[in-house]
């Protein structure tokens, strides 16, 4: 089996070039999440702890962290994976059990475990884990009924299970969409039927007006985004508010890096959910189309990256991860400037946190290692 020092030993030698687009394009979008974290977070840090860099500080932490475990998995071989992936399902799943049993409860979310100072979602984390495992499960389809509906029933109950325990039990419906979202392109490139699609699409939403119309905050948040004219003596669409005040002071170029007005404790969470209302301000048009611009090209790396997989598993992996990634950031983007009502969804690889930074970073670690793999191959067919 591979050792530590070889799994962090970089084989870069050979690799093709959509791995080094992956990986360039990754190390980019993390650059600027750190930049912007550094700016978003110093009014609210500098309040907190007298130390202005150290929301910052804490990031950069998780940045090595996750680009670590994103240079060991990438070096990974896919038996690797494909012999862990299962544990892999079930080690996450627990752990989003035991925050459901014994975790700490934020702004009406009960999706983090407590290690002291430290906090880790595992809705984060699980989100990988069915991609792996459900991944393994769906390339073993034959095209025969009689040996699908077995695995299929497999993969629905795993999905129907997590996205319960993180959308219904944690309360954490925006993780919960993310995991459908992902989950439905994991089934569609795995050939489902088309009457299961819809059939999943009508009890999806179904589940959603159920978890919005059951829950008196949820029903306030989605009348406050179908009306945003309308009276707000709660204050529900404040963030919405100041969000939109920050995207429309950038202008075309911006107010330049770190002179936002709006971070000044005027946006609740402005360097985690909201983060991208301050990249407009401080940058600009410019700047925020570039942010779109190169989860577009995240996006277009990885379904050609996909195209290119003979291996159903492995095609199968990097179709998730694409999902995941790509699906999350325009969700949060499309929540600041109003497109989708407040659904407490980080931008990936951009937005403070350590969960959600280094679980996508071992995401894109899994998209290089198939890249990886498929380069090796090749060079040892020539």
Request: proline share 3%.
């Amino acid at each position: 089996m591979t050792n530590i020092k070889e799994m962090l030993q970089p084989k870069l030698h050979a690799q093709s070039r959509q791995f080094f687009s992956l990986l360039a394009l990754t190390l980019a979008t993390v650059a600027i999440g750190l930049t912007m974290v550094a700016s978003a977070s110093a009014v609210d840090a500098f309040k907190e702890t007298s130390n202005a860099a150290a929301i910052f500080l804490k990031q950069g932490g998780y940045a090595l962290i996750g680009l670590t475990f994103m240079l060991i998995i990438s070096n990974l071989s896919m038996d690797i994976m494909r012999r862990f992936a299962m544990l892999g399902l079930f080690v996450t799943m627990g752990a989003q059990a035991a925050t459901v049993l014994i975790g700490q409860e934020i702004n009406g979310n009960r999706n983090w475990l407590s290690f002291g100072a430290f906090g880790v979602q595992p809705s984060e984390f699980l989100k990988l884990g069915l991609i792996v495992a459900l991944s393994l499960q769906l390339s073993q389809l034959t095209g025969y009924p009689e040996d699908d509906d077995p695995i299929w029933r497999r993969v629905w109950l795993f999905s129907a299970v997590s996205v319960g325990m993180v959308a219904v039990l944690s309360k954490d419906m925006g993780s919960g969409i993310i995991m459908v979202v992902l989950l439905l392109g994991l089934y569609l490139i795995a050939g489902i039927k088309t009457s299961h699609i819809m059939t999943i699409i009508i009890a999806g939403l179904a589940a959603a007006v159920f978890l919005v119309t059951s829950s008196a905050s949820r029903r306030v948040r989605f009348d406050a985004w179908l009306n945003p004219e309308a009276a707000d003596p709660m204050g529900v669409n404040w963030q919405f508010e100041k969000g939109t005040w920050a995207l429309a002071s950038g202008g075309i170029f911006g107010t330049g890096l770190g002179r936002s007005k709006l971070k000044w404790s005027w946006i609740p969470e402005v360097e985690n959910d909201f983060i991208f209302a301050i990249i407009g301000e401080e940058l600009g048009l410019i700047g925020a189309l570039l942010v779109v611009a190169l989860f577009l090209a995240l996006g277009l790396v990885m379904f050609n990256i996909a195209r290119l997989q003979t291996d159903p598993f492995n095609r199968n992996l990097v179709v998730g991860v694409m999902f995941w990634i790509v699906i999350q950031a325009f969700i949060n983007m499309g929540v600041v400037v109003g497109l989708f009502p407040v659904l407490g969804v980080t931008l990936p690889l951009i937005s403070a946190g350590g969960s959600s930074l280094i679980a996508s970073l071992m995401a894109i670690g899994v998209v290089l290692a198939v890249e990886r793999d498929r380069a090796a191959n090749l060079g040892r067919r020539r």
